[in-house]
């Protein structure tokens, strides 16, 4: 059935506030996408990701493209800019098997009767579930920012210490909203909703 605001999950309201030892935000673009983190400790210090694998030697960027590649079997291969080159770098007859997304963000914008059931549609013309993709998309980011944290403190960070924050537009409807917090909770992200200033929102 379509998405509608009865389907807000309300129990992060209603859950036991937590200590996080870190705040990651994901911002979730629709042509590039980054993420940054800080400490509770110091809270006025935001570190951004800045070496995407994939990204041009020697350049720092805060962003990589909103991209994503599954092998032809389905599964997540790479994001971003490492996800362009590989399948740039494919022979025309191979990558034809290949499933190469991009800027797929907007769907969830423009698909009036959005569900869970609604699909993307690859460069080869193949579908996936949507949510698959999103889902995929946010593990990566879940994945590559605990790597980040890990290595700079030196010990392996856990998922229930971070506190995660995903941008969204503003104009974006209700259904929308709610289906990129479904796609967090698919990979066991703990965020919370809060609404952001001008044109994005973060939610949870």
Not at 16 to 33: H, K, N, P, R, Y
Not at 126 to 138: D, G, H, P, Q
Not at 159 to 175: D, G, H, M, Y
Request: charged share 25%; hydrophobic share 35%; aromatic share 12%.
């Amino acid at each position: 059935t379509p998405l509608s605001p009865s389907h807000i999950d309300s129990d992060a309201d209603d859950a036991v506030e937590q200590l996080f030892l870190v705040v990651v935000a994901i911002d979730f673009g629709t042509t590039s996408s980054g993420y940054a983190y800080s400490f509770t400790k110091e809270p006025e210090c935001i570190h951004v990701m800045r070496r995407w694998e994939g990204g041009d030697p020697g350049v720092s960027n805060q962003k990589t493209p909103t991209t994503i590649l599954l092998t032809p079997e389905r599964k997540f291969h790479s994001f971003g800019y490492a996800a362009r080159d590989f399948y740039h770098d494919l022979d025309p007859t191979e990558s034809k098997h290949w499933l190469y997304f991009e800027k797929f963000k907007m769907k969830l914008h423009t698909t009036g009767n959005l569900t869970m059931e609604t699909d993307l549609t690859a460069a080869n013309g193949k579908k996936v579930k949507a949510l698959e993709i999103f889902a995929y998309a946010l593990q990566y980011f879940k994945e590559q920012a605990l790597k980040e944290l890990s290595d700079q403190g030196g010990s392996d960070f856990e998922n229930t210490e971070v506190r995660w924050v995903i941008t969204v537009p503003a104009i974006w409807k209700q259904p929308a909203k709610q289906f990129m917090r479904q796609a967090a909770y698919k990979v066991r992200l703990q965020a919370e909703c809060r609404r952001a200033p001008l044109k994005t929102q973060l939610i949870g």
